[in-house]
């Protein structure tokens, strides 16, 4: 169970142990009024009710006790800042990403979930708290032979943005509670890291991003994240274009403005509705360089509200330079961030040797009804580079045109890693990584719990 900022994803993953699965799974847009509610139970009662069509559209045996009386485990995807201190539970710290429910922040969300689910009589117990970025390493590491490179780094770039990262225990100094696993001598950290800098003493800052913020649900928290992740490039592009379009003196889109003034129209255009604009739109400008950018006029009418016909090419080219802006700036912002963490773990000077292996998607899906299967594929095996491994999941650095690009332009010229270091950094999309990862998680502690509650 995946809940993200944008998207909540329940998938059943059918682990073959030779690192491949099968995964069936479904997708969904949360509603906004879950997101923004003061009846806590309500979100939890709604992914509740998710998982249960679920097992009724793809396993209802797993609903028929007497034919199955397995407990299925299942690991909860939550990508919001929890206090974690085991393994299958974890309290809310707070809300990011547009949520802003006041009575789940300090409650355990394990429970809380449990608890609707139990109110449903599934068969189902929640077994692993699952940050989302980590849950990518997991996804990513189960494709790759056992002999190969280890990932090391989970980074997520969707809806919000953070990255998890191994991490040797000699070098964590904060105290930790809860009991441990100290024999590999490592432990994964979640870096938080959209809230790095949230005093600004380095990150740039337009007037732009200085309004975004102001009319954020939470000013002056996540100011990393507010440049770089999915949720708010669309409304950073669409706060910069609607002034470029209300100043006289820049005028963009001149003809739905003289439109607009011959006839009264009621109905306030995406253009000047605060968060209505989704980032794909920075994708689409992205990647079409025809002439007469046909796609991304198009695009803008979906997006901004502004017939096509009333957008001429120079003002979608103008919107392609500034969507461009964003883009590179927020890919640039996330490389200097991923340089900076490889050198924080020093593992560049440690690597070993490599193997390349990959996803490959074998049928989308987009809804309930379809099921894809994902193989692990070795023809791009090569076992003498010396690589680190990163894992990446989340709609804008898979969608988004040369985002990988950009960030490697960043990761080159940081002092320490430069183009050799850059070259040994291998930046590999897990496809729903953050949800099947979950899955692995999830069933490695079930069986912890089955092999401690045997040796006792
Ligand atoms: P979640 O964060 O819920 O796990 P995703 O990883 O799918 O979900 O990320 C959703 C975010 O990605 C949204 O903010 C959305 O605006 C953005 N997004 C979706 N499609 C694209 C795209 N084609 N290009 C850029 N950003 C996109
Ligand atoms: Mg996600």
């Known amino acids: 169970m995946d809940l993200g900022g944008t998207n909540i994803r329940v998938c059943s993953v059918d682990l073959h142990g030779d690192s491949t699965y099968n995964v069936k799974k479904s997708k969904m847009t949360i509603p906004r009024k879950l997101m923004v509610t003061r009846a806590g139970h309500e979100l939890f009662s709604f992914i509740a009710e998710r998982v249960d069509t679920f097992l009724k559209t793809y396993h209802p045996i797993f609903l028929n006790k007497s034919s199955y009386p397995q407990i299925i485990s299942l690991g909860l995807t939550f990508s919001y800042p929890v206090y974690q201190s085991a393994v299958n539970s974890g309290i809310l710290l707070r809300w990011t990403k547009g949520f802003d429910i006041p009575d789940i922040v300090g409650q355990d969300v394990c429970r809380l979930l449990q608890r609707e689910i139990d ?16 849950g990518t390493i997991m996804s990513r590491a189960y494709t790759l032979p056992v002999s190969s490179t280890r990932t090391s780094m989970g980074v997520i770039f969707g809806t919000g943005t953070n990255c998890v990262y191994l991490e040797k225990l000699s070098n964590i100094v904060k105290p930790m509670e809860g009991s441990y696993d100290s024999s590999t001598g490592e432990m ?33 928290d996540q100011m990393f994240e507010k440049r770089v992740a999915g949720m708010f490039l669309g409304e950073l592009l669409r706060i910069i274009v ?14 739905y403005r003289s439109n607009n003034e011959r006839k009264i129209n ?19 400008a992205e990647a079409d360089s025809s002439d007469r950018l046909g796609i991304l006029r198009a695009k803008i009418e979906e997006e901004l509200g502004i017939p096509s016909p009333l957008v001429s090419v120079e003002d979608a080219q103008a919107v392609k330079m500034i969507t461009h802006a964003i883009g590179k700036r927020a890919a640039r912002l996330a490389g200097m961030a991923v340089g900076a963490v490889v050198l924080k773990s020093q593992r560049l000077h440690e690597v070993k040797v490599s193997t390349e292996g990959y996803c490959e998607k074998l049928v989308d899906d987009s809804d309930l009804k379809t099921t894809i299967g994902i193989k692990a594929d070795r ?25 990988e690009k950009y960030m490697r332009q960043a990761i080159r010229v940081i002092e320490g890693i430069g183009v050799p270091g850059e070259e040994k950094i291998h930046i590999r999309i897990a496809k729903d990584g953050s949800s099947v990862g979950a899955a692995i998680i999830a069933l490695l502690a079930s069986q912890q719990v089955m092999v401690s509650s045997s040796s006792t």
């Open 188 to 220: 994964f950290i979640s870096t938080e890291w959209g809230s790095f800098d949230n005093q600004l003493s380095v990150l740039p800052n337009t007037k732009f991003d200085a309004k975004l913020d102001k009319v954020s649900l939470n000013p002056g």
């Open 119 to 134: 109110l449903r009589h599934l068969p189902i117990k929640v077994t692993a708290l699952v940050n989302d970025a980590a």
């Open 266 to 284: 009621k109905n306030q255009p995406a253009l000047l509705t605060r968060w209505s604009v989704d980032s794909s739109i920075l994708s689409v």
């Open 242 to 255: 609607s002034e470029m379009h209300t100043d006289p003196e820049i005028n963009l889109f001149p003809a």
């Open 379 to 403: 023809s791009g095996i090569s076992a003498d580079q010396h690589t680190i491994d990163i894992a990446v999941d989340g709609s804008l650095i898979e969608f988004y045109p040369n985002f």
